[in-house]
């Protein structure tokens, strides 16, 4: 395996050895005509190869996709606006969805087709943040008083339906403030919500759509997640720490 670590300001994409720690090579979207600095990854081996899908933040909003394999670069994504921030794939379907703050919109693409082509927009209303895709749902958090994220704290629910997705459900949550992560538990099948204004992390039942419990962590954004051992880690921005709980 490798790990990718996109550089926003540098708007390159650092390849490492996970055994060594060392760089294998900076990937520079730029240099094909993907211009944007690196936020949100996604993977998928649908292809035939392992594929990474890079959310590249700026105007024009597009989406660098990287082969795996060689961690050459391949395509660039056009969207319908700027602010690409967050990406998510289906890999049962061959969807790849992006989110676009500036546009405030979803879109859906089929990442099977070469080149890869868009299917449809979704306009949300709100600038959507964190999102995540999860047996044949995607999730997207999304603020609706930007920049004063007082109310931050909303999590739209798509499922899917012939060529695309549509709404099926929203939930109020804690405050994610301006980009805490969604993630889903191979553990225990909540998700886990880092509500960043709230200093907290929330633990949401995916089949009540309820809140299973909380836990103070100041500053939440990062989640990870360790299967075999049960341990979650989150990490604190601010306290520029990484918090590990048993599960």
């Known amino acids: 395996g490798k790990v990718y670590v ?3 300001a540098e708007g390159t994409i650092s390849v490492i050895n996970p055994v060594t720690l060392k760089k294998i090579k900076d990937i520079k979207p730029h240099d094909y005509g993907c211009p944007g600095a690196p936020a949100n990854m996604a993977t998928t081996g649908a292809l035939g190869t392992d594929t990474v899908f890079v959310a590249m933040y700026g105007n024009p909003g597009r989406v660098a996709v990287i082969d795996a394999e060689t961690d050459e670069f391949t395509e660039c994504i056009e969207t319908n606006g700027s602010g690409v921030f967050s990406v998510a794939v289906d890999e049962r379907f061959g969807y790849l969805y992006v989110t676009s703050r500036d546009a405030m919109s979803l879109q ?5 087709s070469m080149p890869i082509k868009p299917l449809q927009i979704i306009d949300l209303n709100g600038v959507p ?6 047996k044949g749902r995607v999730y997207v958090a999304v603020a609706y008083d930007v920049p004063k994220y007082e109310n931050a704290g909303t999590i739209l629910i798509f499922v899917i339906v012939q060529g695309g997705i549509v709404q099926w459900e929203s939930v109020a949550v804690g405050n994610t ?7 889903v538990s191979d553990v225990s099948g909540e998700m886990i919500i880092a509500a960043t204004q709230d200093d907290s992390v929330l633990f949401l039942n995916l089949s009540t759509l309820k809140i299973n419990g909380a836990m103070p962590i100041r500053d939440p954004f990062g989640i990870a997640e360790d299967y075999e051992h049960g341990w979650l880690y989150v990490g604190s921005r601010s306290e520029n720490q990484v918090i590990v709980i048993g599960r």
């Open 6 to 8: 996109g550089n926003f």
């Open 108 to 112: 859906v693409f089929d990442y099977r």
């Open 129 to 134: 943040y964190s999102m995540i895709a999860d």
């Open 177 to 183: 403030h301006d980009g805490g992560m969604l993630f």
